[in-house]
């Protein structure tokens, strides 16, 4: 029995931006809730303990990505001038729920991408 093939899986600077920004803005929020970081660390819990393992050898796990709840003409003009840069690379974005939060990240052929997180009741991702 073969063992499956393992991609890379790479955080990009955009994927560490985001969870700086979560970070930021839960810490924001202490002087009204002080255990409010407690959620942004734990997805950077998840995503080391339990995301990277997964999406090294099951990259198709994910739903196709919805980069925008209420897609703009603007994200749709967008999405149109990347859908061949992405083409001819092989990446297909896809997203993937974990806790609270929705983390995108795109497939390729030779490795996963982590792209950007978002909260599940924010319509954008960061």
Known sequence: MSTPRRLPVVATRRFE???DAL???YDGLRHLHPDAGSRALRLIDLVEGE???LLAVQPDLGRPAQ???N???TEKNWLN???PLTARRRLQAREWRLGDFW???YRGTSAVYL???RHEREAEYW
């Open 23 to 25: 970070l930021d803005h």
């Open 81 to 83: 001038r990347l859908a």
């Open 67 to 69: 980069l925008s709840v």
């Open 115 to 117: 792209v950007s997180a």
């Open 71 to 73: 897609q703009s003409d």
């Open 17 to 19: 931006r985001a969870l």
């Open 103 to 105: 983390i995108l990240y």
């Open 51 to 53: 995301l990277v393992p």
